[in-house]
Each structure stands twice: as C-alpha cells, then as structure tokens.
C-alpha cells in the first residue's frame, strides 16, 4: 500500500530549527526569539547578522567587528569585479547575481558568510550601474551594510531616511521558516557540500518567479491604478479576466503578513517626500479595497496583503530600481541561508525524501 503524498510537502516537517517560527495563523513571525516587528523598529542590519549567526544580538563591541567585518567583505566583493568577465553582463538581475556569486571560492565557512554578505550588494549595485551604462561606484568602509548599498547604487552620499528604510527592509526579511530557498540551501549542505554551492542553489530558487518575483508587478499595478478612486474597478477586471492581485495571498498566512505591516510603517519615514506619501496613499487604499472585493469573491479563503506588497512601495520609495528589488532580498535572506546551513551541517544527515511511483508497471519478465 503506497503512503499518502503531502503536495509541495505542506505541513511535512523536515527539520527542527532555532532560527525562525511563522505562525500562519496568527500572523506572527519570530526570528531568534524576537518579533520581526521589534527587528525592523529597533536593530540594525549588522545587529540582526550577529543574531542569526551568534543567536544573540550582539553588544557594541562585536556589533562594530562585524560592521568592520563586512566592509572588508565589500571591499574583497569589489576587487573582484575585473575578474568577473560576463557574470554581470546579463539582462536579469538574478541571473547575474547566480553568476557572479558562483564564482566565490569556498573556504572557511564563517569567513565564506561575511564574503557572501559583502558581496551580494556590491554585485547588484555594480550590475544596476553598467546596465546604465555607468562605472561601479567603491565601498565606503565608513558606512553602514545598508548606507554602502546605496552609495554604490548611487553614486552619492545617501539620505538618512533612506538608509532607515534600506536597514528595515534587510532586517526584516533576513528569514522565514522552510521556504523554497532556504530548503534548498539545507539539502544541498546536506549532502556536504560548501556554502557557497549552497548558496547558489538557494538564488536558483529565489530566481523563480513564484518565491520572491512579485514587488516589481505590485509597482506595475500601482501604476496601473493611478488613483484610490480607481482602484475597485481596476481590481474588479482583473479578477474577472481570472488574474491574480499582486502582493495579495501567502501560502502560509491566514491573516496580514507581520512582515507587511513592519515594511509599511518603515516606509513612513519617507513620507516627507511627496511622491514617496502619494504611493504609500494609493498603496494603503489599493490594499483596502483588495481586501474587500477578495473578500466577497473568495469568503472561504482569506486573503491579505503580503511582505511583497509594501516591500515595492519601501524599495521605490528609497530609491531602488525594481530591477533589484530580487537580489535585495538575496542580500538580506543569505543570512539566513548562511544560518541554516550550518543549522543543517549540525545534523549530519543527507535529506532524501521518498516519493511514490504512479507510472506504468514493469512488463512481466518472458518465462
């Protein structure tokens, strides 16, 4: 008798871990014994580092190595570059990151964690300014995790409310339980391979348009819409044409991702700009009336917004292009794929999951 097949392996649990909890049904996230709310209000990049890695937040003595730590990495990340070739010659920001990133020599697995962490956002900020035809722009050892990103996407010294908003964002998606990504990031550690194998494999993941692919098309449906006043109708023909709402529905939250409402509360710190408090307007409104016209054509199947909802509202609003919006969220997740790694290599055991045939019997064997 076969055994019963779990779909997409929901509900399956395939490890025990300390890093993160997603209560889907109370819409709660919890990394390392702290709400994703408190992370994104409250710690900065590097402090959220040394928590994935450490298990603590670190005291100001470690926080400072390992901001000095990872502006080393940057710098290493940036040395590179010549030696690249075509890595980033692509079109598709992720397909250029995958490249670039594979071709990271392995090592010690704690110095291969800060090169990888240096280097993802000094990759697609090189990538973002060749494509338009500009020169990559050096790390400044001076700044910040996230203040270096937008210098070197830039090219100027950024905005504080900027910063701010760049420093929630990477501390508020740095992990998520058993996602597509981070699954495939333990299985290939598993198997004993080195970290940076495995963190290739995970940007593959990420690359797929169903983990990670929607902030750029929430941009595009803002824009779109316009206007709050147009909002229903607009909503209304598209779930009549059978397409779906950006940014609205998780596979694991019953109610409002935690992650939504930490990223829309980041973005008010850049509402003095009036283009950026128009959007986040429109955006507030766009979501109300998602909520309801979900809600009457779906009543059995709640229906909320997202992280990718007001993750492309905070990006645009501080500047980022949505052609990055993906490798920044590499930038942050490889933390926690760095975490769950080693998380894996403690258990010492290869994943290999069973799987039940239903293709044709074998012929009967000619007597």
């Known amino acids: 008798m076969s055994t019963p097949t779990a779909s997409g392996l929901d509900n399956v649990q395939v490890a025990d871990t300390a890093l993160s909890d997603v209560d889907g049904e109370r819409g709660r996230l919890t990394i390392r014994g702290h709400s994703v709310e408190e992370l994104v209000e409250h710690a900065t990049f590097e402090e959220v580092c040394g928590l994935m890695w450490s298990g603590a937040l670190p005291a100001p003595a470690a926080r400072g190595e ?8 940057r710098t290493a990340a940036f040395d590179m570059l010549p030696s690249l070739g075509g890595a980033l010659g692509s079109a598709d920001s992720m397909e250029a990151l995958r490249a670039a990133v594979g071709q990271l020599r392995a090592g010690d697995p704690s110095e291969d964690r800060l090169r ?27 700044l910040t995790h996230a203040a270096d990103f937008l210098q070197m996407l830039t090219g100027t010294a950024p905005e504080a409310p900027r910063v701010r908003a760049i420093d929630s964002y990477l501390c508020c998606v740095v992990d998520h339980g058993m996602n597509a990504s981070t699954f495939v990031a333990r299985v290939v550690a598993s198997t004993g391979s080195d970290l940076v194998s495995a963190i290739v494999a995970a940007i593959g993941a990420l690359k797929g348009p169903l983990h990670g692919g929607a902030p750029g098309p929430v941009l595009d449906m803002l824009d779109a819409i316009g206007t ?68 009457e054509r779906h009543p059995d199947r709640p229906l909320r917004a997202n992280v990718e909802f007001y993750t492309a509202v905070l990006l645009d609003a501080a500047g980022v292009p949505r052609t990055l919006f993906s490798t920044l969220f590499a930038a942050s997740r490889v933390v926690g794929w760095c975490a769950h790694v080693e998380e894996q290599r403690r258990v010492g055991r290869l994943i290999r999951p069973a799987s039940t045939y239903v293709g044709p019997a074998a012929a009967a064997a000619a007597s």
């Open 228 to 295: 709050p006043e147009h909002a229903r109708t607009w909503l209304g023909a598209e779930l009549t044409s059978g397409r779906r709402i950006m940014g609205m529905g998780h596979r694991i939250y019953r109610v409002r991702d935690p992650r939504a409402a930490a990223l829309e509360r980041a973005t008010s710190v850049l509402e003095s700009t009036g283009a950026a408090a128009d959007r986040l307007t429109l955006a507030r409104a766009v979501e109300r009336e998602a909520e309801r016209i979900l809600a």
């Open 116 to 142: 990888l962490t240096g280097a993802i956002p000094v990759f697609a900020a090189a990538w973002a300014r060749l494509r338009a035809g500009q020169t990559p722009v050096a790390p400044n050892a001076s």
């Open 66 to 73: 390992l901001r000095l730590q990872l502006s080393r990495a």
